[in-house]
């Protein structure tokens, strides 16, 4: 669909330098595998929504699970003799000196460490650590890491700990090469860099062996096998993980380039769990790590092995916590190594985070029960934000939208705080939606969109997009003005809420969006803030009118009448918008990523004869007459659930007698080429005759079951039966 604004929220001073749009390395082998996710998905979705999600490859040397790791970010699990820890995505943050780290991530969604890379092979994201694992085999243990990016194996080095006596007392505690960090009752450490690993007494310092490291570039990983004879794996061990960069021959840290000289050399520690690092205010998860290396003490931050556990083969479920969690994907698009940053970043419109491996936030409610299925709601981020947006700012706004009314709410990462949900940031879009379906129980009619700003944008446009997924649409200072396309919300209820001072999305997009909902008798409210700007409305977290619009949602399935007009090669409007943005955002949708145009209801397949025109279907089902429907208009003061008083506008319906049925069905249609038409969905029994009744205005062609009608320009009547297909 179409955007007719974009929310450039509080980086906007930032464009005036920004750099035309940079190209990707993208390796686009997209997965043409479907996979059957219980019936939790809705159909006539694009087809990246059905798409299966592919396999990382099996790292080299190591002999145990490759799928046995976490979905979740800050746990850890036994399986396969082993245990399975996941870190968070894009955490490698160091602490904090005197630069401003980069600004693709810190500007609206800052991270708290604020150590950069250098120039080159680390790609802004050399040393973060994606998984880690331990394994017990007969006669040796395997030491495993995982890295988000390893476009080059001599960037990163890691470092275990091991307190292998379970006494802090004992031992050392300064972390030998250089990390420049402590910890209590160190006994043992291994260093680990793609030039081998060295296994260190502590606090001597005595090098107890040497030994190689498997290096898998394909599966980003490095692996160490340790004979039993060198560390002896009895009892109970507690094992720290960090992580930073390699000196010149891999056997220490080097100083990163902003870290001042008192400040330790690890950019990443893992084995940081959920609850120490709490979302408020945490946009990347980092804030407990910040501090612990903002002191140099990482000893908060361990896991415990019982080597008997794991000999026992002890397993235990992939974690599934409540509350607020990050959770990870793999996308079949991988764009390249690492991560994009810098000033002429932030308003491209291209991805930041460039790896197969995408993170997203996930809300699951304390009520949740994999026996019933629950209300998915989308809460999509603002430009120059993350998918870690609500859980960070807007507690209030999560316990009411999804702890509340026991719903799964999620927020996707859309590659970047950027995106506009469009291209690569769509593509996003529904692969997370069919991981959380994976993962979870999902009611496909209780699915509602949800977004501030630009995620409020993306509301209204995949709703326009997709009418006949989505019970509701609620979009928060994301006005869209007036729109063709608007028609085809018809059938969901929509909901408008901006300020009046609102700096970046102006108050009269989200009056023109209001004007057309009113002029067109659709179910809409739109609270009007007088004394509200656009970023005091999010800080406020005052959504609480917003978050009851979302009450009990059903999603229409086939109704009798809608009309849909879409934009053929899913281009915006008003593309004089995208001056503000001096690289400019690549508004076609780059071909095979699986996203657009799909159908509507009963109607399916739509192509148009040219991409420079809007197409529209019209289409009524005698079988399904609707009732009759009054609209109802009302203005008043809401005094609650906002940020202040608002002004309210609503309208609401009320139905009349249903007509009597008849066996006709009715499509109006401009610059279609084709579609089909699903008889059964539209209220015709199998095998029933009637009459296909068509407008069009040039060459068409209309698929029912097995039947292709071609028809010319003009008016048409077709004799219908449905032989079941359909």
């Known amino acids: 669909m179409r955007l007719t604004a974009i929310a450039l929220v509080a980086a906007a001073s930032v464009v ?50 490759n799928e046995a790791f976490p979905r979740t970010s800050g746990t850890g699990r036994l399986a396969d003799g082993g245990f399975y820890w996941t870190d968070f995505l894009y955490d490698d943050h160091g602490t904090t000196t005197a630069s401003v780290g980069d600004i693709a991530v810190t500007a609206g969604s800052p991270s708290f460490g604020t150590y950069t890379y250098p120039p080159g092979a680390a790609h802004n994201n050399g040393a973060d650590i994606f998984r880690t694992a331990v394994l017990r085999r007969a006669h040796a243990t395997y030491w495993r890491v995982d890295w988000t990016t390893l476009a080059s194996p001599r960037v990163p080095i890691a470092e275990w700990t091991f307190d292998r006596d379970a006494d802090p007392k004992t031992g050392g505690s300064t972390w030998p090469a250089g ?63 960090a992580a930073g960069l390699a000196n ?69 479920p992939q974690p599934r916590p409540t509350g607020w969690s990050d959770r990870w994907y793999v996308s079949d698009v991988d764009l390249g190594a690492g991560m994009v940053a810098g000033a002429s970043t932030i308003l491209d419109g291209d991805p930041n985070y460039l790896g197969r ?46 702890q509340d009314r026991h719903a799964i709410c999620v927020t996707p990462l859309g590659r970047g705080p950027d995106g506009n949900y469009w291209d690569y940031a769509e593509l996003d879009f529904w692969q997370v939606w069919h991981a959380v379906a994976k993962a979870y129980r999902l ?97 406020e977290d005052a959504f609480g009118d917003a978050a009851h619009y979302m009450d009990n949602p059903r999603r229409v399935r086939n109704p009798g009448s809608f009309t849909f007009t879409w934009v053929p090669r899913n281009t915006p409007t008003s593309l004089d918008q995208t001056k503000l943005l001096s690289g400019g955002i690549p508004w076609t949708q780059r071909p095979g990523l699986g996203v657009g145009t799909t159908g509507d209801y009963w109607v399916r397949d739509l192509t148009a004869r040219s991409a420079s025109r809007d197409a529209t279907v019209a289409a009524h089902s005698g079988e ?10 009302t203005r008043n003061v809401a005094l609650s659930g906002g940020p202040g008083p608002g002004l309210a506008t609503t309208q609401t319906w009320t139905r009349g007698r249903r007509p009597a049925a008849k066996p006709v069905i009715t499509l109006r249609l401009t610059n279609v080429r084709s579609l089909r038409v699903l008889p059964a969905a539209a209220g015709f029994a199998a095998g029933h005759a009637g009459r296909l009744r068509v407008t069009t205005d040039g060459r068409t062609t209309i698929h029912v079951g097995d039947r292709a009608i071609h028809l010319g320009r003009g008016h048409h009547v077709v004799r219908l039966q449905d032989d079941g297909n359909g």
């Open 16 to 65: 005036a330098g920004a750099a035309p749009a940079s190209a990707l390395a993208a390796t686009h082998r997209p997965s043409r595998a479907v996979a059957t996710v219980r019936g939790d998905l809705p159909a006539d979705a694009p087809r990246a929504l059905y798409r299966r999600e592919p396999r990382l490859p099996a790292a080299n040397g190591w002999p145990g699970s």
């Open 179 to 241: 990390a420049g960090v402590r910890s209590a009752g160190i006994d043992t450490a291994m260093v680990v860099s793609s030039q081998g690993a060295r296994v260190l007494a502590v606090p001597s310092g005595r090098l107890i062996r040497r030994l190689p490291v498997t290096v898998d570039r394909r599966a980003q990983s490095f692996v160490v096998r340790v004979p039993d004879s060198v560390l002896r794996p009895t009892g109970r061990w507690r094992i720290r993980l």
């Open 248 to 316: 010149p021959a891999g056997t220490g840290f080097a100083r990163p380039p902003d870290a001042l000289p008192t400040e330790p050399a690890v950019y990443n520690v893992t084995f940081r769990s959920i609850a120490q690092e709490a979302p408020r205010f945490n946009f990347w998860d980092d804030v407990a790590q910040t501090r612990q290396l903002l002191a140099g003490n990482v000893t908060p931050f361990s896991a415990t092995v019982r080597w008997s556990r794991l000999a026992h083969r002890v397993r235990t």
């Open 357 to 402: 491996v995408q993170p997203y936030a996930v809300y699951v409610p304390t009520s949740y029960r994999p026996r019933h299925p629950a209300p998915l709601t989308f809460l999509l981020h603002s430009l120059t934000q993350d998918h870690n947006q609500y859980a960070a700012t807007t507690p209030r706004f999560s316990r009411l939208a999804c």
């Open 443 to 539: 009611n496909p009619n209780r699915t509602i969109l949800s977004g501030y700003s630009m995620g409020g944008i993306g509301t209204n446009s995949l709703a326009m997009a997709h009418p006949d997924l989505f019970a509701k649409a609620v979009s928060l200072a994301g006005g869209i003005g007036t729109d063709p396309s608007v028609v085809n919300l018809r059938w969901i209820p929509t909901y408008l809420a901006g300020g009046l001072a609102d700096e970046l999305v102006p108050v009269t997009l989200e009056a023109a969006e209001a004007n057309q909902l009113a002029a067109l008798g659709n179910r809409f409210r739109w609270l009007l803030y007088p004394a509200t700007d656009h970023i005091a409305f999010e800080l």
């Open 624 to 633: 399904r007459p609707e009732r009759a429907v009054t609209s109802h208009l």
